[in-house]
Nanobody, 125 residues
């Protein structure tokens, strides 16, 4: 059974940085794209970042482009999201997700096969 477990969330001041991690188990994950999403009580879950299996192709939501960086370590079955220049509007529960394809478009569309339970990121002004 596939399990995705996020960690690294917390409280940070505006302008600060946090790094989220997502540990995957119960795969296989070989060849599959992954992504990060976020959700607040006021909004539906939204796409944040996507990465193909090789890590060579990445896509970001316009709201985080230039501030966030997605990466992965396939040997460790880990996915990461480095978040810099955090803003109060980045406050949300962040979820990692895995697809059964290597299509980055599938990730952007949110058509994921496995989801973590999320980690809360709170950015104070």
């Amino acid at each position: 059974q596939v399990q995705l477990v996020e960690s690294g969330g917390g409280l940070e001041e505006a302008g600060g940085s946090l790094k989220l991690s997502c540990a995957a188990s119960g795969g296989p994950f070989s060849g599959y794209a992954k992504g990060w999403f976020r959700q607040t009580p006021e909004k539906e879950r939204e796409f944040v970042a996507a990465i193909t299996y090789s890590g060579l192709n990445t896509v970001y939501a316009d709201s985080v482009k230039g501030r966030f960086e997605i990466s992965r370590d396939n040997a460790k079955n880990m996915l990461y999201l480095q978040m810099n220049s955090l803003q109060p509007e980045d406050t949300a529960v962040y979820y990692c997700a895995s697809s059964r394809s290597n299509s980055i478009e599938t990730v952007v569309a949110g058509h994921m096969d496995h989801w973590g339970k999320g980690t809360l990121v709170t950015v104070s002004s």
